[in-house]
Structure formats: C-alpha cells, structure tokens
C-alpha cells in the first residue's frame, strides 16, 4: 500500500484527536472547563469548525447543528485539487476548535499544512476515514490514490457521518447524545436521497446512459446510479489533457450519439467547449447540457449551496439532458 494515501496519514491524525480527547477529559475533572489549544473555547460556547471544501462544511453542519459555528475556506467555484491555503486560511484552521477535511488526497495542495495543524495537536479529521475501504475506488490514472469525490455516491458520503459524531463527540463529550441523534437523522435523509437519484437516473433510456464532463469527478456516480461517466482530464484537474484527448472524446461522442456534454462549476469551461467544438467540426451535434456542481458545491443561500441542494440540482440537469 502506497504510504503516501491520506488515508494511512489519518493514523497519527486519529492519535492527536485522541490525545487531545483525553487531555479534554481530564480537564473536565477539574474545576475548570478545558479549552481549546488555542484557549478560546468557554463551557457553553460553539465548538469551531474550521472545513476544507463546502460538501465537509455541510457535513459538519448537519451533524453539529446549533452547537458548532462552521468556517468552510473554499468557497463556490473553487477548485480543490489546485487550492492552497492562504494566510488567512492558515488562522482559520489555528483558530478552530476542529478541523475536518476530506482526505484521499482531494485537497492535494493543502496535505503539508493539515499535517502541520494536526501535529501541533489540533484535531484535524478526514471524513473519508470511516468508509469501508472496499467501496473505494483505485482509478489507474491515479497512480495507486483512492478516487477522492466520494460525495457522488451518497450511499458513500453517508459512510463519513460517524467520522463527524465521533470527533464532535470526543470534543464535546455533553452534546455526544446530540450528535449522534444528528447523525443518524441526516444517515436516513441521504439514504431516502440516494433512492432518489437512483430513480432519477434510471429514467434515463440505458443507451443514452453516458455522462461527458471536464474532468474524472463522476465514477462513484456511474457506479451507484448506473451511468457511463467519461471524463477530458483524469480523476484529479492536475493532469493535463491535450488535442489527443478532445479527439478521443470526440470520437466517443459521434459513436454513442450523446446528445448532451457538461460543464463543471469549478473547471474552466473551455475544456468541455473545445469537445463541442471538435463535434460541430465532425458534423456531429452535441450541446451543453447545463453546469454540474462537481467539487464545490453552489453559493450560500441558494439551494445549491447545501448537499442536498447540489446533488438534486446534478440530477435534474442530468436527466432533463439526456433524456
Ligand atoms: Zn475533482
């Protein structure tokens, strides 16, 4: 096994959550609440999340609820394969209470400054940790690393939440019952979503199955729901994709007859206009079926800016495209 996985780094991750959870239980026998690393966090007060992209945000946010106050650092449209942290992220993850991230690599930028974060004792959580690591997928582009979008398939993302409720819970050992409570309510709202799109995406005559977008986001999709996912550029937007590439998918596209190509809210958009460009020149005609949210969900306050705004909104895109 590769050393270099997230996954393998979330052990000694895991062993400053753990130490910091015990030095917080300790605290609690004296007279004195514990604070944080930091020193801020009163009895009674938020517990300060500080989340890598916007689908860990919500996760927080759903299990936490009223007692955490979550900063997430990208925002819509932001690119996590390709975002470093800058200066004032570097405070929000100092000043948080608690830091959740991704993992498997998906922040690939920011993998030397969580470690810092973590080293010095905060606790810093990949929520990918507590999947099974069976469902995750081995992509061969990706030289060894585990496929990283796991909110794609929601059965999976549903996999993360006990990661949350323990962390929270070690934190924060009086709202622990809260915490689970949360977690299992939000479990069944993504179990009743995943039967959702599952249906939505069925509806879908098979041979007009096939999903083209920018990049390799999509395969935990085309697995749960059933769907061809072809990507320009490889699982991460780091690789590069060239001529050679626009013509490989161009020529998939005249041979399936697909109908309908999409664009990703976080990936520039001439990539994909390059492939509709390369058909018209083949005499084939494919349009742009709309905008996919695939690594960063939509603004706050909109619909899209949630989750489960952001997974209904790919859905209905995809299936009133190719339908
Ligand atoms: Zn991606």
């Not at 948080?96 to 470690?115: Q, R, S, T």
């Not at 794609?152 to 996999?159: H, I, M, Q, Y």
């Not at 409720?165 to 179990?191: C, F, I, M």
């Not at 920018?214 to 780091?238: K, P, R």
């Amino acid at each position: 096994m590769n050393s270099w996985r997230m996954r393998s780094s979330a052990a000694p991750v895991l062993i400053a959550v753990l130490i910091f959870a015990g030095a917080l239980g300790a605290g609690a026998f004296g007279c004195a609440q514990s604070e944080s690393e930091n020193g801020a966090r009163k009895a009674g007060a938020k517990i300060r999340v500080t989340a890598t992209v916007g689908m860990v945000g919500d996760l927080a946010r759903n299990v936490g609820g009223e007692h955490v106050e979550v900063t997430t650092l990208m925002g819509p449209g932001v690119d996590p394969h390709l975002y470093k942290a800058s200066e004032g992220d570097i405070a929000r993850l100092s000043g948080a209470d608690i830091v959740f991230y991704n993992g498997l690599l998906l922040e690939g930028k920011m993998v030397d400054v969580l470690v810092k974060v973590a080293r010095r004792g905060k606790p810093t959580v990949p929520v990918s940790e507590t999947i099974d690591e069976s469902r995750l997928r081995e992509p061969p582009e990706f030289q060894g690393h585990y496929d990283p979008h796991i909110w794609f398939d929601v059965s999976l993302w549903a996999e993360t939440i006990p990661a949350v409720v323990t962390a929270l819970s070690e934190l924060d050992p009086a709202h622990a019952k809260t915490y689970e409570a949360n977690g299992a309510a939000y479990a069944q709202t993504l179990a009743a979503l995943h039967e959702e799109v599952r249906a939505a995406i069925a509806t879908i005559p098979k041979e007009a199955r096939v999903l083209v977008t920018a990049h390799d986001a999509f395969g935990y999709f085309g697995v749960a729901y059933d769907i061809e996912v072809i990507g320009l550029q490889g699982v991460s937007t780091l690789a590069e994709y060239g001529l050679r590439d626009v013509q490989r998918i161009v020529d998939l596209i005249s041979a399936r007859s697909v109908r309908a190509v999409f664009v990703e809210s976080s990936v520039p958009r001439r990539s994909i206009e390059a492939v509709v460009a390369g058909c018209t020149a083949k005499g084939h005609d494919v349009k742009i079926g709309g905008q996919l949210f695939s690594d960063a969900m939509g603004e706050a306050g909109t619909p899209e800016g949630t989750y489960l705004g952001m997974v209904r909104h790919n859905v209905k895109t995809i299936v009133e495209s190719l339908r």
